[in-house]
Protein backbone atom coordinates (compact mmCIF):
# COMPACT_ATOMS: atom_id res chain seq x y z
CA UNK A 1 0.00 0.00 0.00
CA UNK A 2 2.84 2.04 0.90
CA UNK A 3 4.65 1.51 -2.82
CA UNK A 4 7.42 0.42 -0.69
CA UNK A 5 9.68 -2.05 -2.43
CA UNK A 6 11.96 -4.67 -1.36
CA UNK A 7 15.26 -6.64 -1.08
CA UNK A 8 17.20 -8.54 1.14
CA UNK A 9 21.19 -9.65 0.13
CA UNK A 10 22.98 -11.63 1.85
CA UNK A 11 26.78 -9.99 1.80
CA UNK A 12 29.52 -11.47 -0.23
CA UNK A 13 26.67 -12.79 -2.86
CA UNK A 14 25.75 -11.81 -6.23
CA UNK A 15 22.40 -12.02 -6.45
CA UNK A 16 19.46 -10.63 -3.92
CA UNK A 17 15.92 -11.33 -3.16
CA UNK A 18 13.72 -8.58 -4.80
CA UNK A 19 10.24 -7.51 -4.49
CA UNK A 20 7.83 -7.14 -7.82
CA UNK A 21 7.49 -3.62 -6.58
CA UNK A 22 11.53 -3.42 -6.84
CA UNK A 23 11.22 -4.16 -10.79
CA UNK A 24 8.74 -1.24 -11.10
CA UNK A 25 10.36 1.50 -9.35
CA UNK A 26 13.79 1.00 -11.21
CA UNK A 27 12.22 0.65 -14.44
CA UNK A 28 12.97 -3.04 -15.66
CA UNK A 29 10.80 -5.91 -15.93
CA UNK A 30 11.73 -9.53 -14.83
CA UNK A 31 13.06 -10.72 -18.30
CA UNK A 32 15.72 -7.63 -18.23
CA UNK A 33 17.57 -8.15 -15.63
CA UNK A 34 18.42 -11.08 -13.01
CA UNK A 35 18.11 -9.70 -9.40
CA UNK A 36 21.45 -9.44 -8.83
CA UNK A 37 23.60 -6.27 -7.16
CA UNK A 38 25.20 -5.49 -10.08
CA UNK A 39 21.90 -5.20 -11.42
CA UNK A 40 20.75 -3.08 -9.04
CA UNK A 41 23.74 -0.69 -9.00
CA UNK A 42 23.31 -0.56 -12.61
CA UNK A 43 20.50 1.53 -12.11
CA UNK A 44 21.69 4.08 -9.62
CA UNK A 45 22.82 7.21 -10.83
CA UNK A 46 26.46 7.10 -11.58
CA UNK A 47 26.73 10.12 -8.87
CA UNK A 48 24.93 8.56 -6.30
CA UNK A 49 26.52 4.64 -7.04
CA UNK A 50 29.59 4.79 -4.12
CA UNK A 51 27.43 6.25 -1.42
CA UNK A 52 24.94 3.01 -2.12
CA UNK A 53 27.83 0.57 -2.11
CA UNK A 54 29.71 2.33 0.90
CA UNK A 55 26.41 1.99 2.98
CA UNK A 56 26.31 -1.48 1.90
CA UNK A 57 29.44 -2.65 3.16
CA UNK A 58 29.80 -0.36 6.15
CA UNK A 59 30.02 -3.35 7.80
CA UNK A 60 32.02 -1.49 11.06
CA UNK A 61 28.98 0.86 11.32
CA UNK A 62 27.79 0.16 14.61
CA UNK A 63 24.41 0.91 14.19
CA UNK A 64 22.24 -1.90 12.43
CA UNK A 65 19.65 0.61 10.33
CA UNK A 66 20.80 3.10 7.65
CA UNK A 67 19.11 5.31 5.55
CA UNK A 68 20.17 6.66 2.13
CA UNK A 69 18.33 9.19 -0.70
CA UNK A 70 19.70 8.79 -3.94
CA UNK A 71 18.84 8.81 -7.59
CA UNK A 72 17.29 5.85 -9.58
CA UNK A 73 18.22 6.38 -13.51
CA UNK A 74 15.70 4.34 -15.86
CA UNK A 75 16.69 2.85 -18.62
CA UNK A 76 14.63 4.78 -20.49
CA UNK A 77 16.35 7.73 -18.88
CA UNK A 78 13.55 8.63 -16.17
CA UNK A 79 15.06 10.30 -13.41
CA UNK A 80 13.60 8.92 -9.40
CA UNK A 81 14.75 9.85 -6.15
CA UNK A 82 14.21 6.93 -3.89
CA UNK A 83 14.57 6.59 -0.26
CA UNK A 84 16.74 3.32 0.84
CA UNK A 85 15.85 2.15 4.37
CA UNK A 86 18.24 -1.14 5.27
CA UNK A 87 18.65 -3.24 8.75
CA UNK A 88 21.63 -5.13 9.11
CA UNK A 89 21.29 -8.45 10.96
CA UNK A 90 25.14 -9.36 12.16
CA UNK A 91 26.02 -13.37 12.89
CA UNK A 92 27.69 -13.90 16.35
CA UNK A 93 31.18 -12.60 14.89
CA UNK A 94 29.51 -9.46 14.75
CA UNK A 95 29.22 -9.23 10.86
CA UNK A 96 26.65 -8.48 9.43
CA UNK A 97 24.94 -12.11 7.79
CA UNK A 98 21.74 -10.63 5.90
CA UNK A 99 20.57 -7.20 4.82
CA UNK A 100 17.29 -6.10 4.11
CA UNK A 101 16.16 -3.32 2.86
CA UNK A 102 13.25 -1.43 1.59
CA UNK A 103 12.91 1.59 -1.05
CA UNK A 104 10.25 4.10 -1.92
CA UNK A 105 10.01 6.43 -4.52
CA UNK A 106 9.91 9.84 -3.50
CA UNK A 107 10.31 11.80 -6.21
CA UNK A 108 6.65 13.32 -6.07
CA UNK A 109 7.70 14.36 -2.37
CA UNK A 110 10.77 16.29 -3.36
CA UNK A 111 9.26 17.67 -6.24
CA UNK A 112 6.44 19.30 -3.52
CA UNK A 113 9.05 20.19 -1.17
CA UNK A 114 10.85 21.86 -4.03
CA UNK A 115 8.35 23.53 -5.25
CA UNK A 116 7.19 24.59 -1.40
CA UNK A 117 10.86 26.06 -1.54
CA UNK A 118 10.46 27.63 -4.42
CA UNK A 119 7.57 29.50 -3.01
CA UNK A 120 9.41 30.47 0.31
CA UNK A 121 12.53 31.57 -1.53
CA UNK A 122 12.30 32.92 -4.64
CA UNK A 123 9.96 36.13 -5.78
CA UNK A 124 7.40 34.38 -8.33
CA UNK A 125 7.74 37.32 -10.56
CA UNK A 126 11.10 37.64 -11.47
CA UNK A 127 12.42 34.28 -10.15
CA UNK A 128 15.08 36.33 -8.29
CA UNK A 129 15.45 34.58 -4.83
CA UNK A 130 13.72 36.89 -2.21
CA UNK A 131 14.17 38.53 0.69
CA UNK A 132 14.24 35.67 3.00
CA UNK A 133 16.29 34.07 1.04
CA UNK A 134 18.74 36.67 0.83
CA UNK A 135 18.91 36.86 4.59
CA UNK A 136 19.36 33.35 5.16
CA UNK A 137 22.10 33.61 2.54
CA UNK A 138 23.55 36.69 3.87
CA UNK A 139 23.80 35.32 7.68
CA UNK A 140 25.82 32.24 5.98
CA UNK A 141 28.03 34.56 4.15
CA UNK A 142 28.70 36.68 7.41
CA UNK A 143 29.31 33.80 9.30
CA UNK A 144 31.88 32.13 7.17
CA UNK A 145 33.15 35.88 6.86
CA UNK A 146 36.25 35.66 9.01
CA UNK A 147 37.42 39.69 8.63
CA UNK A 148 37.14 39.08 4.69
CA UNK A 149 34.47 42.14 2.89
CA UNK A 150 30.98 41.86 1.72
CA UNK A 151 29.26 43.73 0.53
CA UNK A 152 25.38 44.50 0.25
CA UNK A 153 23.87 46.98 -2.39
CA UNK A 154 20.36 48.00 -2.47
CA UNK A 155 19.26 48.88 -5.89
CA UNK A 156 15.85 50.97 -6.10
CA UNK A 157 14.63 51.89 -9.46
CA UNK A 158 13.32 55.58 -9.37
CA UNK A 159 9.84 56.41 -9.93
CA UNK A 160 8.76 53.34 -10.42
CA UNK A 161 5.35 53.95 -9.90
CA UNK A 162 4.98 56.38 -12.55
CA UNK A 163 5.65 53.54 -14.61
CA UNK A 164 2.84 51.68 -12.78
CA UNK A 165 0.57 54.48 -13.35
CA UNK A 166 0.81 54.96 -16.94
CA UNK A 167 1.75 51.06 -18.57
CA UNK A 168 -0.93 49.05 -15.80
CA UNK A 169 0.17 46.87 -13.36
CA UNK A 170 0.89 44.31 -16.13
CA UNK A 171 3.32 47.20 -17.71
CA UNK A 172 4.91 47.33 -14.50
CA UNK A 173 5.35 43.53 -14.16
CA UNK A 174 7.10 43.18 -17.42
CA UNK A 175 9.06 45.72 -16.44
CA UNK A 176 10.73 44.65 -12.99
CA UNK A 177 11.22 41.15 -15.00
CA UNK A 178 13.33 42.94 -17.74
CA UNK A 179 15.18 45.10 -14.80
CA UNK A 180 15.95 41.34 -12.78
CA UNK A 181 17.63 39.76 -15.93
CA UNK A 182 19.23 42.57 -16.84
CA UNK A 183 20.60 43.18 -13.09
CA UNK A 184 21.62 39.74 -12.87
CA UNK A 185 23.51 39.53 -16.05
CA UNK A 186 25.30 43.14 -15.16
CA UNK A 187 26.67 41.62 -11.80
CA UNK A 188 27.41 38.55 -13.54
CA UNK A 189 29.35 40.07 -15.78
CA UNK A 190 31.49 42.24 -13.73
CA UNK A 191 34.79 40.60 -13.80
CA UNK A 192 35.42 37.77 -11.94
CA UNK A 193 32.00 37.82 -10.63
CA UNK A 194 30.12 34.69 -11.75
CA UNK A 195 27.55 32.73 -9.61
CA UNK A 196 28.34 29.55 -9.22
CA UNK A 197 25.57 26.97 -7.93
CA UNK A 198 24.71 28.15 -4.72
CA UNK A 199 26.14 31.09 -4.57
CA UNK A 200 23.76 34.11 -4.84
CA UNK A 201 24.56 37.46 -6.65
CA UNK A 202 20.91 39.16 -6.53
CA UNK A 203 17.41 39.05 -5.00
CA UNK A 204 14.71 41.20 -5.41
CA UNK A 205 13.80 42.49 -2.15
CA UNK A 206 10.98 44.78 -2.26
CA UNK A 207 8.24 45.91 -5.31
CA UNK A 208 10.98 48.26 -6.98
CA UNK A 209 14.10 47.04 -4.73
CA UNK A 210 16.61 44.70 -5.63
CA UNK A 211 19.59 43.28 -3.73
CA UNK A 212 23.30 42.67 -4.80
CA UNK A 213 25.59 40.65 -2.26
CA UNK A 214 29.09 40.92 -3.43
CA UNK A 215 31.87 38.38 -1.76
CA UNK A 216 35.60 38.75 -1.09
CA UNK A 217 35.31 42.58 -1.82
CA UNK A 218 38.96 43.50 -2.11
CA UNK A 219 38.47 47.25 -2.65
CA UNK A 220 35.95 50.13 -2.67
CA UNK A 221 36.67 51.10 -5.79
CA UNK A 222 35.48 47.07 -6.90
CA UNK A 223 32.12 47.86 -5.19
CA UNK A 224 31.79 51.40 -7.18
CA UNK A 225 32.36 49.91 -10.56
CA UNK A 226 29.70 47.38 -10.38
CA UNK A 227 27.17 49.53 -8.77
CA UNK A 228 28.34 52.08 -11.88
CA UNK A 229 27.35 49.24 -14.27
CA UNK A 230 24.35 48.57 -13.12
CA UNK A 231 23.62 52.34 -13.14
CA UNK A 232 24.31 52.35 -17.19
CA UNK A 233 22.71 49.14 -17.66
CA UNK A 234 19.77 50.25 -16.14
CA UNK A 235 19.93 54.02 -18.46
CA UNK A 236 19.85 51.44 -21.65
CA UNK A 237 16.12 51.75 -22.46
CA UNK A 238 13.84 48.85 -21.91
CA UNK A 239 11.21 48.24 -24.43
CA UNK A 240 8.09 47.38 -22.67
CA UNK A 241 4.97 46.75 -24.38
CA UNK A 242 6.14 48.72 -27.59
CA UNK A 243 7.26 51.59 -25.82
CA UNK A 244 11.30 52.44 -24.78
CA UNK A 245 11.49 53.73 -21.35
CA UNK A 246 14.63 54.87 -19.42
CA UNK A 247 14.44 54.21 -15.83
CA UNK A 248 16.81 55.23 -13.09
CA UNK A 249 18.12 53.29 -10.15
CA UNK A 250 19.83 54.35 -6.86
CA UNK A 251 21.84 52.72 -5.13
CA UNK A 252 23.52 52.88 -1.30
CA UNK A 253 25.68 50.00 -0.34
CA UNK A 254 27.07 49.05 3.18
CA UNK A 255 29.90 46.50 4.01
CA UNK A 256 30.71 44.02 6.36
CA UNK A 257 32.28 44.32 8.72
CA UNK A 258 32.82 48.06 8.52
CA UNK A 259 28.77 49.15 8.73
CA UNK A 260 27.30 46.13 9.79
CA UNK A 261 28.08 42.85 11.63
CA UNK A 262 24.80 41.36 11.47
CA UNK A 263 22.61 41.27 8.36
CA UNK A 264 19.94 43.46 9.84
CA UNK A 265 22.38 46.30 10.35
CA UNK A 266 23.52 45.87 6.77
CA UNK A 267 20.64 46.13 5.27
CA UNK A 268 19.59 48.88 7.56
CA UNK A 269 22.84 50.94 6.23
CA UNK A 270 22.44 49.74 2.39
CA UNK A 271 19.07 51.00 2.60
CA UNK A 272 19.95 54.50 4.47
CA UNK A 273 23.08 54.61 2.04
CA UNK A 274 20.34 54.11 -0.69
CA UNK A 275 17.89 57.04 0.04
CA UNK A 276 20.73 59.25 0.51
CA UNK A 277 21.66 58.15 -3.15
CA UNK A 278 17.76 59.22 -3.92
CA UNK A 279 17.95 62.05 -1.72
CA UNK A 280 21.31 63.68 -4.13
CA UNK A 281 19.37 63.69 -7.21
CA UNK A 282 18.55 59.74 -7.94
CA UNK A 283 20.44 58.15 -10.43
CA UNK A 284 23.09 57.40 -7.78
CA UNK A 285 25.38 55.61 -6.03
CA UNK A 286 26.28 56.51 -2.28
CA UNK A 287 28.41 54.09 0.11
CA UNK A 288 27.00 54.54 4.12
CA UNK A 289 28.26 56.59 6.56
CA UNK A 290 28.64 56.67 9.86
CA UNK A 291 27.42 60.36 9.54
CA UNK A 292 24.25 59.61 7.32
CA UNK A 293 22.82 57.84 10.74
CA UNK A 294 22.70 60.75 13.21
CA UNK A 295 20.52 63.65 12.23
CA UNK A 296 19.24 62.16 9.09
CA UNK A 297 18.12 59.12 11.01
CA UNK A 298 15.03 60.49 12.31
CA UNK A 299 13.73 61.97 8.48
CA UNK A 300 14.90 58.29 6.85
CA UNK A 301 12.38 56.53 9.24
CA UNK A 302 9.83 58.67 8.84
CA UNK A 303 10.53 58.40 5.06
CA UNK A 304 10.31 54.44 5.03
CA UNK A 305 7.67 54.66 7.45
CA UNK A 306 5.69 57.01 5.14
CA UNK A 307 5.93 54.30 2.52
CA UNK A 308 4.08 51.75 4.56
CA UNK A 309 1.49 54.38 6.03
CA UNK A 310 0.14 54.57 2.26
CA UNK A 311 -0.35 50.77 2.13
CA UNK A 312 -1.57 50.36 5.72
CA UNK A 313 -3.90 53.77 5.11
CA UNK A 314 -2.54 55.61 8.40
CA UNK A 315 -3.07 58.43 7.22
CA UNK A 316 -6.02 60.95 8.72
CA UNK A 317 -7.97 64.16 6.74
CA UNK A 318 -8.12 66.76 9.67
CA UNK A 319 -10.71 69.38 8.29
CA UNK A 320 -10.23 73.04 9.24
CA UNK A 321 -13.62 75.53 8.21
CA UNK A 322 -13.34 78.79 6.02
CA UNK A 323 -15.45 81.22 7.13
CA UNK A 324 -17.07 83.68 5.02
CA UNK A 325 -17.16 87.56 6.49
CA UNK A 326 -20.04 87.89 4.14
CA UNK A 327 -22.21 85.02 4.51
CA UNK A 328 -21.07 84.52 8.27
CA UNK A 329 -21.22 81.01 7.51
CA UNK A 330 -18.40 77.71 6.87
CA UNK A 331 -17.79 78.51 3.38
CA UNK A 332 -14.74 75.83 2.79
CA UNK A 333 -13.19 72.99 4.64
CA UNK A 334 -9.08 72.62 3.58
CA UNK A 335 -8.11 69.07 4.14
CA UNK A 336 -5.37 68.86 6.09
CA UNK A 337 -3.81 65.48 5.90
CA UNK A 338 -2.30 63.92 9.51
CA UNK A 339 -0.11 61.21 10.36
CA UNK A 340 -0.47 59.85 13.66
CA UNK A 341 2.46 57.50 13.46
CA UNK A 342 3.14 53.98 15.67
CA UNK A 343 6.99 55.09 15.71
CA UNK A 344 6.98 58.92 15.67
CA UNK A 345 3.82 60.23 17.62
CA UNK A 346 1.96 62.36 15.44
CA UNK A 347 4.03 63.74 12.35
CA UNK A 348 2.93 67.23 11.24
CA UNK A 349 2.44 67.96 7.78
CA UNK A 350 5.24 70.67 7.73
CA UNK A 351 7.77 67.92 8.82
CA UNK A 352 6.66 65.19 6.75
CA UNK A 353 5.47 66.46 3.47
CA UNK A 354 8.62 67.86 2.38
CA UNK A 355 9.89 63.99 2.96
CA UNK A 356 7.61 62.87 1.06
CA UNK A 357 8.35 65.35 -1.99
CA UNK A 358 12.20 64.45 -1.80
CA UNK A 359 11.36 60.84 -2.04
CA UNK A 360 8.87 61.00 -4.45
CA UNK A 361 6.04 59.34 -1.95
CA UNK A 362 4.08 62.48 -2.18
CA UNK A 363 2.01 61.42 -5.32
CA UNK A 364 1.11 58.88 -3.20
CA UNK A 365 0.05 60.59 -0.25
CA UNK A 366 -1.58 63.37 -2.30
CA UNK A 367 -3.75 61.02 -4.37
CA UNK A 368 -5.02 59.32 -1.15
CA UNK A 369 -5.61 62.62 0.63
CA UNK A 370 -7.65 62.76 -2.87
CA UNK A 371 -9.79 60.80 -2.36
CA UNK A 372 -10.53 60.62 0.73
CA UNK A 373 -11.58 63.90 1.26
CA UNK A 374 -13.62 63.19 -1.68
CA UNK A 375 -15.10 60.41 -0.36
CA UNK A 376 -15.85 62.18 2.85
CA UNK A 377 -17.93 65.03 0.76
CA UNK A 378 -19.61 62.47 -0.73
CA UNK A 379 -20.65 61.01 2.75
CA UNK A 380 -21.67 64.39 3.88
CA UNK A 381 -23.50 64.96 1.01
CA UNK A 382 -25.81 61.78 1.59
CA UNK A 383 -25.91 62.86 5.40
CA UNK A 384 -27.82 66.00 4.07
CA UNK A 385 -24.99 68.39 5.07
CA UNK A 386 -24.84 71.74 3.39
CA UNK A 387 -21.53 70.73 2.39
CA UNK A 388 -19.62 73.47 1.73
CA UNK A 389 -16.49 73.74 -0.93
CA UNK A 390 -13.99 71.56 0.43
CA UNK A 391 -10.18 72.07 -0.61
CA UNK A 392 -6.92 69.69 -0.52
CA UNK A 393 -3.41 70.81 -1.04
CA UNK A 394 -1.53 69.94 -3.76
CA UNK A 395 1.76 69.63 -3.98
CA UNK A 396 3.62 71.33 -6.91
CA UNK A 397 5.27 68.00 -7.65
CA UNK A 398 1.87 66.56 -8.79
CA UNK A 399 0.71 69.94 -10.24
CA UNK A 400 3.82 69.35 -12.82
CA UNK A 401 3.14 66.24 -13.59
CA UNK A 402 0.33 65.35 -16.69
CA UNK A 403 -1.40 63.04 -14.89
CA UNK A 404 -2.90 64.85 -12.43
CA UNK A 405 -6.14 66.47 -13.77
CA UNK A 406 -7.39 62.69 -15.11
CA UNK A 407 -6.68 61.36 -11.55
CA UNK A 408 -9.08 64.33 -10.06
CA UNK A 409 -11.66 63.66 -12.73
CA UNK A 410 -11.38 59.60 -12.17
CA UNK A 411 -11.36 60.08 -8.44
CA UNK A 412 -14.58 62.47 -8.66
CA UNK A 413 -16.48 59.83 -10.48
CA UNK A 414 -15.31 57.30 -8.53
CA UNK A 415 -16.58 59.07 -5.43
CA UNK A 416 -19.36 60.34 -7.09
CA UNK A 417 -18.74 63.93 -5.56
CA UNK A 418 -19.52 66.74 -7.91
CA UNK A 419 -16.77 69.13 -9.02
CA UNK A 420 -18.39 72.35 -7.89
CA UNK A 421 -17.31 71.01 -3.98
CA UNK A 422 -13.90 70.60 -4.60
CA UNK A 423 -11.08 73.10 -4.70
CA UNK A 424 -7.72 72.44 -4.71
CA UNK A 425 -4.92 74.33 -3.24
CA UNK A 426 -0.95 74.86 -4.84
CA UNK A 427 1.93 76.71 -3.66
CA UNK A 428 4.04 79.55 -6.30
CA UNK A 429 6.82 77.52 -6.57
CA UNK A 430 4.44 75.03 -8.32
CA UNK A 431 4.59 78.28 -10.79
CA UNK A 432 7.69 78.69 -10.95
CA UNK A 433 8.78 75.86 -13.33
CA UNK A 434 6.85 77.12 -16.59
CA UNK A 435 5.83 73.42 -17.41
CA UNK A 436 3.21 73.15 -19.69
CA UNK A 437 1.14 70.53 -17.93
CA UNK A 438 1.07 73.12 -14.91
CA UNK A 439 -1.28 75.43 -16.85
CA UNK A 440 -2.97 72.54 -18.93
CA UNK A 441 -4.01 70.78 -14.87
CA UNK A 442 -5.32 74.10 -13.85
CA UNK A 443 -7.20 75.20 -17.12
CA UNK A 444 -8.57 71.14 -16.93
CA UNK A 445 -9.51 71.82 -13.55
CA UNK A 446 -11.30 74.80 -13.36
CA UNK A 447 -13.32 73.71 -16.34
CA UNK A 448 -14.59 71.25 -14.51
CA UNK A 449 -15.87 73.28 -11.96
CA UNK A 450 -12.99 72.91 -9.34
CA UNK A 451 -11.49 76.25 -7.91
CA UNK A 452 -7.57 77.00 -7.48
CA UNK A 453 -6.22 78.76 -4.46
CA UNK A 454 -3.07 80.51 -4.64
CA UNK A 455 -1.55 79.25 -0.82
CA UNK A 456 0.89 80.81 1.34
CA UNK A 457 1.06 83.97 -0.93
CA UNK A 458 3.48 86.55 0.19
CA UNK A 459 5.81 84.07 1.47
CA UNK A 460 7.37 83.04 -2.29
CA UNK A 461 7.81 84.86 -4.68
CA UNK A 462 4.63 86.73 -4.74
CA UNK A 463 4.71 87.32 -8.41
CA UNK A 464 2.36 89.59 -10.10
CA UNK A 465 3.11 87.95 -12.87
CA UNK A 466 1.55 84.58 -11.67
CA UNK A 467 -1.54 85.66 -10.41
CA UNK A 468 -1.96 87.59 -13.92
CA UNK A 469 -0.99 84.48 -16.33
CA UNK A 470 -2.00 81.34 -14.15
CA UNK A 471 -6.00 80.60 -13.63
CA UNK A 472 -6.36 81.27 -10.25
CA UNK A 473 -9.71 81.96 -8.19
CA UNK A 474 -8.79 82.73 -4.62
CA UNK A 475 -5.45 84.01 -2.97
CA UNK A 476 -5.01 82.94 0.32
CA UNK A 477 -2.85 85.57 2.24
CA UNK A 478 -0.13 83.66 4.83
CA UNK A 479 -0.12 83.46 8.16
CA UNK A 480 3.25 85.44 8.80
CA UNK A 481 1.73 88.58 7.47
CA UNK A 482 -1.50 88.06 9.45
CA UNK A 483 0.17 87.53 12.90
CA UNK A 484 2.32 90.86 11.74
CA UNK A 485 -0.87 92.83 12.06
CA UNK A 486 -1.03 95.50 14.97
CA UNK A 487 2.97 95.18 15.22
CA UNK A 488 5.87 97.31 13.81
CA UNK A 489 6.73 96.36 10.31
CA UNK A 490 4.62 96.84 6.93
CA UNK A 491 1.85 93.55 7.39
CA UNK A 492 -0.87 95.84 7.47
CA UNK A 493 -0.64 97.53 4.64
CA UNK A 494 0.86 95.21 2.51
CA UNK A 495 -2.68 93.32 3.55
CA UNK A 496 -4.75 96.40 2.29
CA UNK A 497 -2.55 96.44 -1.00
CA UNK A 498 -2.98 92.37 -1.69
CA UNK A 499 -6.72 92.81 -0.81
CA UNK A 500 -7.37 95.83 -3.29
CA UNK A 501 -5.15 94.15 -5.83
CA UNK A 502 -6.79 90.88 -5.96
CA UNK A 503 -10.26 92.18 -5.91
CA UNK A 504 -9.22 94.41 -8.84
CA UNK A 505 -8.36 90.81 -10.82
CA UNK A 506 -11.67 89.34 -9.25
CA UNK A 507 -9.68 86.82 -7.11
CA UNK A 508 -11.26 86.08 -3.79
CA UNK A 509 -9.18 86.54 -0.51
CA UNK A 510 -8.64 84.09 2.06
CA UNK A 511 -6.67 85.24 5.60
CA UNK A 512 -4.53 82.11 7.11
CA UNK A 513 -3.48 81.68 10.45
CA UNK A 514 -6.09 84.48 11.93
CA UNK A 515 -5.82 83.88 15.94
CA UNK A 516 -6.78 86.81 17.76
CA UNK A 517 -9.56 89.56 17.54
CA UNK A 518 -7.36 92.31 16.77
CA UNK A 519 -6.41 89.90 13.46
CA UNK A 520 -10.07 88.98 12.88
CA UNK A 521 -11.19 92.83 12.56
CA UNK A 522 -8.66 94.14 10.61
CA UNK A 523 -8.79 91.45 8.52
CA UNK A 524 -12.68 92.10 8.30
CA UNK A 525 -12.36 96.01 7.51
CA UNK A 526 -9.99 95.10 5.03
CA UNK A 527 -12.88 92.95 3.02
CA UNK A 528 -10.84 89.70 3.46
CA UNK A 529 -13.81 87.50 2.15
CA UNK A 530 -13.21 84.17 4.30
CA UNK A 531 -10.93 83.63 7.25
CA UNK A 532 -9.21 80.40 8.67
CA UNK A 533 -7.38 80.00 11.69
CA UNK A 534 -7.28 78.99 15.59
CA UNK A 535 -9.14 81.98 16.14
CA UNK A 536 -12.60 80.61 14.22
CA UNK A 537 -12.15 76.85 14.35
CA UNK A 538 -9.43 74.46 14.25
CA UNK A 539 -8.35 71.91 11.92
CA UNK A 540 -10.61 69.43 13.34
CA UNK A 541 -11.26 65.18 13.11
CA UNK A 542 -14.20 64.75 11.07
CA UNK A 543 -16.34 63.40 14.27
CA UNK A 544 -16.06 66.95 16.12
CA UNK A 545 -16.92 68.62 12.55
CA UNK A 546 -19.97 66.40 12.27
CA UNK A 547 -20.62 68.02 15.77
CA UNK A 548 -20.28 71.33 14.81
CA UNK A 549 -21.88 71.18 11.43
CA UNK A 550 -24.84 69.05 12.96
CA UNK A 551 -25.07 72.26 15.48
CA UNK A 552 -25.80 74.74 12.30
P1 LIG B 1 -1.26 75.23 4.63
O1 LIG B 1 -1.92 74.65 3.45
O2 LIG B 1 -0.90 76.66 4.58
O3 LIG B 1 -2.25 74.95 5.84
C1 LIG B 1 -2.43 75.77 6.91
C2 LIG B 1 -1.63 75.34 8.09
O4 LIG B 1 -1.75 76.31 9.11
C3 LIG B 1 -2.11 74.05 8.70
O5 LIG B 1 -0.99 73.43 9.27
C4 LIG B 1 -3.03 74.55 9.81
O6 LIG B 1 -3.19 73.61 10.84
C5 LIG B 1 -2.25 75.74 10.29
N1 LIG B 1 -3.12 76.72 10.94
C6 LIG B 1 -4.42 76.96 10.71
N2 LIG B 1 -4.87 77.98 11.48
C7 LIG B 1 -3.80 78.39 12.20
C8 LIG B 1 -3.64 79.43 13.19
O7 LIG B 1 -4.53 80.16 13.55
N3 LIG B 1 -2.40 79.57 13.72
C9 LIG B 1 -1.36 78.79 13.36
N4 LIG B 1 -0.17 79.01 13.94
N5 LIG B 1 -1.48 77.80 12.43
C10 LIG B 1 -2.71 77.62 11.87
P2 LIG B 1 -0.71 71.92 9.06
O8 LIG B 1 -1.99 71.15 9.10
O9 LIG B 1 0.36 71.54 10.00
O10 LIG B 1 -0.19 71.85 7.59
C11 LIG B 1 1.01 72.45 7.25
C12 LIG B 1 1.19 72.48 5.77
O11 LIG B 1 1.36 71.19 5.24
C13 LIG B 1 0.01 73.03 5.01
O12 LIG B 1 0.06 74.42 5.00
C14 LIG B 1 0.20 72.46 3.65
O13 LIG B 1 1.11 73.23 2.91
C15 LIG B 1 0.85 71.13 3.95
N6 LIG B 1 -0.18 70.11 3.84
C16 LIG B 1 -1.11 69.72 4.72
N7 LIG B 1 -1.86 68.71 4.22
C17 LIG B 1 -1.38 68.46 2.99
C18 LIG B 1 -1.72 67.52 1.96
O14 LIG B 1 -2.66 66.72 2.08
N8 LIG B 1 -0.98 67.55 0.81
C19 LIG B 1 0.03 68.44 0.64
N9 LIG B 1 0.71 68.41 -0.50
N10 LIG B 1 0.38 69.32 1.58
C20 LIG B 1 -0.31 69.34 2.75
MG1 LIG C 1 -3.37 74.99 2.31
MG1 LIG D 1 -1.17 78.17 3.75
Not at 135 to 147: F, I, R, S
Not at 256 to 280: F, Q, S
Not at 347 to 364: D, K, M, N, Q, R
Request: a negative charge; hydrophobic letters at 40%; one cysteine or more.
Amino acid sequence: IAKLAHWEWLPGRSEMLWSEELYRVIGIDRSAGLPTLDNLLDRVHPEDRSSLEKALQSSDDPSDTWTLDHRVLRPDGEIRVVRQRAEVERGPDGDPDRICGTLQDITDRRRAEDQIRQLAYYDPLTALPNRRMLEEHLEGVLAGADGEKIALMIVDLDRFKRVNDTLGYGGGDELLRAVARRLHRCVESVAGRSGGAGSLTTARIGSDEFAVVLDEVRSLEEVATVARKVLESMREPFLIEGKSLVMEASIGTAMHPDDGRDVHALIRNANTAMHHAKEAGRGLQRFFRAAMNERATRNLGIESGLRQAVDRDEFLVYYQPLWGTHSEAIVGLEALVRWPSEEYGLVTPSEFIPLAEESGIIESIGEWVLRATCRQGRAWLEAGFDLPRLSVNVSSLQLREPELFPLVDSILHETRLPAEHLGVEITESALLTDRPAVTANLESLRELGVRVSLDDFGTGFSSLSHIVRYPIDTLKIDQSFVRGIGRKGQSGPVISAVVAMAHQLELNVVAEGVETAEQEAFLRREGCDALQGYRLARPMSVAALNRLLSRR
